[in-house]
């Protein structure tokens, strides 16, 4: 009984990391404060919406409205959580050491620099606003980065099939966020490196030394700032939509959900993350209306097995070999990375 207690108090200690880096690590993205901040953001959204209205909403309205059956317990919901599981509980074993330094390559930058151009010797730039300029510039790296990467991957035929997995999810919840094949992670964790470490190797050298951008709770404090905002509600139901000018600076809700659409006019629209503005800058900007227009929301033709095991994480293997293999058969590769037609999205 003795050792019986011990392994179920190991299991136990075991079960609450798993639930402490998942729900209270900032570096994970599902944090309790932030999912609280988004589902609060939500019901005043849905109550200014309703000004003016004299109809009453009961408890269990609002309960449908926030939390509709489907999005909790269809097998869409179900594979977004099996894969959120399943990265956190084995992508840093199995693919961390795939992944390229930001620091390395912020470094190889400076070293770079210093070759062609010298050393600066001393900052130019007052300390405040220095770190207000590698705030910005670094949370814009990142933007960059998540567009180049998502572009990419909506262009280049055997890239589409790893993060294809992301568009088979037919409902959206912030647990969608994390419906990203293994693959499709390493290819976004080493774009990343290259432009942040790219850009704060070169602010690095501008500025004359290093500067540290304002974060909290280890985060970019502009990046924070959206995570406790719109970040968690870019995949959900609820449309939120930002329009007109800032509607071409700011990624809203409504945007994303158009890109989720399985509509062809809207594949490969709005590929930022929390800016519209490098779809506004390079032409995949699609603006969101002010109703809500009709969207279904998964891959046409469909998927089979979308939502399994095999579907998720083996097949996109298979599929992406197939597509090489077929292309360099007839001694054209240049298709790998031609527009993925249409008909597939």
């Not at 501008?206 to 870019?234: E, M, R």
């Not at 009709?294 to 033709?301: D, E, Q, R, S, Y």
Request: charged share 10%; hydrophobic share 50%; proline share 6%.
């Amino acid at each position: 009984m003795h050792q019986l207690a011990v392994v179920a108090a190991e299991l136990g200690a075991i079960l609450w990391q798993f639930v402490t880096v998942l729900f209270l690590t900032r570096s994970q993205g599902v944090f309790v404060l932030s999912l609280a901040s988004a589902l609060a953001l939500a019901v005043v959204f849905l109550l200014w919406r309703r000004v003016g209205r004299e109809r009453r909403l009961r408890p269990r309205t609002w309960l449908r409205a926030l939390f509709p059956r489907r999005w909790l317990f269809g097998p869409s919901a179900r594979a977004d959580l099996g894969l959120l599981l399943f990265n956190t509980a084995t992508f840093t074993v199995l693919f961390g050491w795939t992944l390229l330094s930001a620091h390395v390559v912020a470094n190889t930058t400076i070293a770079a620099l210093t070759r062609s151009f010298g050393t600066h010797t001393a900052p130019w730039l007052p300390a405040p606003f220095a770190v207000v300029v590698m705030t910005a510039a670094m949370f814009l790296a990142y933007e960059f980065g998540y567009w180049v990467d998502h572009y990419t991957k909506h262009n280049v035929a055997f890239l589409w099939e790893f993060h294809k997995v992301h568009h088979t999810a037919e409902t959206l919840s912030p647990l969608t966020n994390f419906r990203m094949h293994p693959v499709d992670s390493i290819i976004f964790g080493n774009i990343l490196a290259l432009t942040l470490g790219v850009s704060q190797g070169a602010l690095y050298f501008a500025l004359g030394g290093p500067i540290d951008a304002l974060t909290f709770w280890g985060a970019n404090i502009v990046g924070l700032i959206f995570s406790f905002t719109i970040g968690h509600l870019q995949h959900s139901h609820i449309w939120m939509p930002i329009r007109g000018f800032w509607g071409r600076i700011l990624l809203s809700p409504a945007h994303h959900q158009i890109h989720h659409s399985d509509n062809p006019a809207h594949f490969g629209t709005n590929l930022g993350s929390c800016l519209s503005l490098f779809d506004t800058l390079f032409g995949t900007l699609s603006m969101p209306p002010a109703r809500r227009p009709k969207l279904n929301f998964g891959i046409t033709p469909s998927v089979s097995r979308a939502h399994s095991v095999t579907g998720s994480l083996v097949a996109p293997f298979i599929e992406s070999f197939a597509v090489i293999r077929k292309n360099t058969a007839v001694g054209n590769p240049v298709e790998l990375a031609q527009k993925i037609p249409a008909a597939q999205r």
